[in-house]
């Protein structure tokens, strides 16, 4: 009989997810990885989601075990569920998302050979309520550069050792957005190992109402701002000449994060700007950021220039 000497946890918080969890765990049950600690955890649902467990557990025995408490917050249940396993590596997996069902053994393989990182990232696609599907690809071989652009995975996609989870204290529960990247931040900034999965290895569920992507949109991206802005003072504090590349990056990243936070709290955005953009910022030119807008914004600053376009904007509707 072959061996596998590498458990691997895989944890699922539920909340209020009735219609989408036997699918999740489903996925789990079709793993071509066999030495798996599968643990869920209801997060104090209010809809027949403890039901749906309980229903679940008679239809597959002894594949897998649950607990149910409080509403406490996904990050509480991963680690809750953190604590209750066992293995090596972790896989934790929202409940409203699905992985493959080769992406357990390609990535306990990759973990295996390729020195056992702390954290194996794979690829995704986002799949919307009305049938579109978007394709995230990681950046590979960058992952700090990764982290700041959104393309270091996401929870369901990557593969956690538990070693690199305990150092730096698992899931920051106060964290109400950014969850994954917070974490993956902390676990770099320890000075982690990460490899790549090349592969689309989980389908994440867009959901327009009842995820934390679609709720409290002023607030996500205050958190995104504080998140990127902490990123690059510590690559600042580590080799400001090493990271340049990076933290340069994340001048535009936090620069476009705080034009989208405009459209939710102008104060607030203006009070950001000038807290995180450093003196002499300009903004490349993207598509959301025009060659008059850039014009603009050396003349009167960001301020000036948010007003104007807005400004524009409102007399371009009335017009016509």
């Given amino acids: 009989m072959k061996s596998y000497p ?15 969890v036997e699918v999740a765990l489903r996925s ?4 071509t990885y066999p030495d798996l600690d599968v643990y869920a955890v209801d997060d104090g649902s209010t809809d027949g989601t403890r039901a ?28 809750e569920g953190l604590a209750r ?20 053994h390609r990535q306990a393989d990759i973990a295996r050979t390729q020195g056992h990182p702390d954290l194996v990232v794979g690829d995704f696609l986002n799949v919307y309520e009305d049938g579109r599907e978007e394709k995230i690809v990681g950046l590979g071989k960058d992952p700090w550069m990764a982290l700041v652009r959104t393309q270091l995975g996401t929870t369901s996609a990557n593969l956690f050792k538990r070693e690199a989870l305990n150092r730096v204290n698992g899931w920051r529960e106060e ?25 689309v290895s989980s389908l994440v569920l867009k959901r327009m ?41 994340t001048d535009q990243f936090l620069f476009m994060a705080i034009r989208v936070l ?17 003196p002499g910022f300009e903004p490349d030119r993207t598509s959301a950021t025009t060659p ?29």
């Fill in 292 to 320: 008059l807008y850039s014009a603009c914004f050396r003349v009167v600053g960001f301020r000036g220039t948010e007003w104007l376009s807005t400004a524009f904007g409102r007399f371009k509707y009335r017009k016509h």
């Fill in 6 to 20: 590498m458990r691997i946890a895989v944890v699922i918080p539920c909340y209020n997810v009735e219609q989408h």
């Fill in 209 to 249: 109402q009842g995820s934390i992507s679609r709720t409290g949109q002023r607030d996500n991206w205050v958190r995104y701002i504080h998140l990127r802005r902490a990123i690059r003072e510590h690559l600042r504090s580590v080799d400001p000449i090493q990271f340049r590349q990076e933290i340069a990056a």
């Fill in 85 to 104: 396993t066992s293995g090596d590596y972790v896989q934790f997996l929202d409940a409203d998302d699905a992985i493959l069902t080769d992406k357990l």
């Fill in 175 to 199: 964290q109400a957005s950014s969850q994954d990247y917070e974490l993956m931040f902390r676990i770099l900034a320890a000075g982690s190992e990460v490899r790549w999965d090349p592969h």
């Fill in 52 to 79: 749906k467990l309980a229903e679940l557990e008679r239809k597959y025995p002894g594949t897998f075990r649950w607990t149910s408490g409080p509403r406490r917050g996904a990050c509480a249940a991963r680690n």
């Fill in 262 to 278: 405009a459209k939710h709290d102008p104060t607030a955005a203006f009070m950001e700007f000038r807290r995180t953009m450093p």
């Fill in 28 to 31: 789990i049950l079709d793993q």
